[in-house]
């Protein structure tokens, strides 16, 4: 049976989802939403892809409107990737799914990876003390 990494990890494209996009039911607003994406690169496409990445997402994703952090994974055995990112707030994950600036960094990993991106947004559960 093949190891999912989401139970190991979770996600781009965020990660890169939020880059290449969500279907996300409604949270309540004030609530914090983390996001876990996970896509597959082309073979042969490693190197290309991380440098976008390294060098074209990840700088324009700093100061994102409710963006609070974003880490991406590799697996570089199997090709999988993807990212884990937490937001402020439902809203402001939505606005930045249908900004202009989502649109072009997806055009930029767009070429390097196959197959569907699979993302979704959790609400932040924090225990009480």
């Known amino acids: 049976m093949k190891q999912s990494y989401f139970s190991t990890q979770f ?60 880490k991406f994974f590799y697996n570089p055995s199997t090709g999988e990737r993807g990212s884990v990112s937490l937001w402020e707030s439902q809203a402001d994950l939505e606005a930045y799914l249908k900004s202009a600036l989502r649109k072009e960094l997806a055009g930029k990993v767009q070429p390097f990876i196959q197959g ?3 993302s979704k947004g959790y609400p932040v559960y924090e225990p009480k003390k």
């Open 11 to 70: 996600c781009l494209i965020l990660g890169i989802l939020s880059v290449l996009g969500l279907s996300l039911t409604t949270f309540a607003s004030a609530q914090h939403v983390i996001t876990l994406t996970h896509y597959q690169e082309i073979p042969g496409k490693e190197a290309q892809l991380s440098q976008v990445i390294d060098h074209e997402v990840s700088p324009k994703l700093t100061g994102v409107k409710g963006l609070q952090w974003i």
């Open 116 to 118: 569907e991106v699979s």
